[in-house]
Structures are given as C-alpha cells and as structure tokens.
C-alpha cells in the first residue's frame, strides 16, 4: 500500500526558529511531491511543488527538498513567525500516477 | 475569480438522509476533485472528473455518487447518510490532470456531521 507520513502530528516554536516538518512516503517512483498549507476552517492552499527531476524549490522564506531515494521531503521555514502558525500537509503523486497520496499533517503553532 | 466555491459550509443530517454538496469552480479546469479529511487524517480522493460527462471512482466511493454536467460544476451526492460520512469534505479542480507539474486548487470545504 502506498502510504505518506508527517512526523510530527505537532510541533510548537518561538518565534524567529528556524524549523524542518517532515514527510516520508513508501514509493521511490514519485512523480511530484506537493506541500500544502490548510487554516482552520479553511481549504489547502499550495505552497511548493517539487517535481521529480528536482531536488527542491524555494519560495521566500520556504523551502522543501526531495530526496527520493530515502522516500523523503522536508519544509524548511526559516525565521518562523506567528502567521505561519496553520497545519502543513506533503502530498505525492506515487507511481501509477492516478491520484495524490496526502500525509496526516504537521499542526505548527509558532508563538509570540 | 472566485476560484472553488462550495456550498453549503457546515450541514447536519439525520440517518438515512440525502443531500447534495454543491462544487463550482471558474478557472476553466478540466478536472475536478472530491475529497474527505476525517480529523486528524490526511485525504482521501471520493470522485474525480476529467471533464464535462467524465467521472471515475477514487478511493473511497461507496456511499457517494457524483455528476459533471458542465466543466464548472461537480456535486457530490449523499444517499442514505451514515455517521460514517460524518468528515469535512472538499472539492479541487486542477488544468490538467495528475502531471508533474498540475497543481489542484481546493474550495473552503464543508463539514458534515450525520446523527
């Protein structure tokens, strides 16, 4: 079965931290790996996405590699503040390419 | 553009009730996406379309069917509600399908709670 994980379930931060949420799934035939933010009551809003012939893509102070052969991606936020507080879903197009996989999410709180 | 609009926002059934959770979308995507998120879980892919009178299953199916009239709108029907069903649901449409680089842009959601 393919599966994709987030470890961890939560993670709580001061302010200005630089921090790393994880995502490992079980399929080394990845076509994309897609990071995707989710608000409270709200739908998910792609952040990166990370093709396979890619290594990482960065967007301000985001930035998420792929490092397929140990089946993993990470989201570096740096100098976290507190509106980045929100939960962070990895989602992967696996091999047969029929639908995305998504992992349970990283609920992030960052504190002032 | 609005982008994925769904409606209604929050909805409470009894059992054995039906109803229709409504997915618009004005981006001109030719597939559209209904999911499920159970608390604490990622989500699971109910219904796609790859266009207008296209639709095929995904993971999770059983108790829902879906239609695709037209390339800006996707319903989900409910028929005979279980506590099951309880979740939020959201609808996604994309350009293109699953390629390297689609991206899926989703709707606000719509939590559903059966008692």
């Known amino acids: 079965k393919q599966e994709v994980t987030q470890i961890p379930a939560a993670l709580s931060v001061p302010e200005g931290e630089n921090l790393v949420l994880n995502c490992s799934f079980t399929?080394?035939?990845?076509?994309?790996l897609q990071w995707f933010r989710q608000d409270p009551g709200k739908g998910l809003t792609s952040l990166l996405l990370?093709?396979?012939?890619?290594r990482e893509q960065t967007s301000g102070r985001l930035n998420a590699s792929l490092d397929k052969s140990s089946g993993r991606s990470t989201l570096y936020i740096a100098a976290s503040q507190p509106g980045d507080s929100a939960t962070y879903l990895c989602?992967?197009?696996?091999?047969?390419?029929?639908?995305?996989?998504f992992g349970e999410g990283t609920q992030l709180t960052v504190n002032p | 553009n609005a982008g994925v609009t769904q409606t209604p926002k929050f909805r409470i059934l009894k059992i054995g009730q039906s109803m229709t959770l409504q997915c618009a979308q004005d981006?001109?995507?030719?597939?559209m996406y209904w999911y499920r998120q159970d608390p604490g879980m990622g989500l699971k892919l109910i219904y796609y379309?790859?266009?207008?009178?296209?639709?095929d299953k995904g993971e999770v199916p059983n108790g829902y069917n879906v239609s695709r009239s037209t390339t800006e709108d996707f319903p989900l029907r409910l028929e005979l509600a279980a506590p099951s069903q309880t979740s939020v649901y959201f609808c996604?449409?994309?350009?293109?399908?699953?390629?390297?680089?689609?991206?899926?842009?989703f709707g606000p959601g719509t939590r559903l709670t059966v008692l």
């Open positions: 989602a992967a197009l696996l091999g047969g390419g029929s639908r995305l996989t």
């Open positions: 996604a449409s994309s350009y293109g399908g699953l390629g390297p680089t689609d991206t899926q842009y």
């Open positions: 399929d080394s035939a990845i076509y994309n």
């Open positions: 990370i093709q396979s012939s890619q």
């Open positions: 379309s790859v266009g207008a009178g296209i639709t």
């Open positions: 981006m001109n995507h030719n597939y």
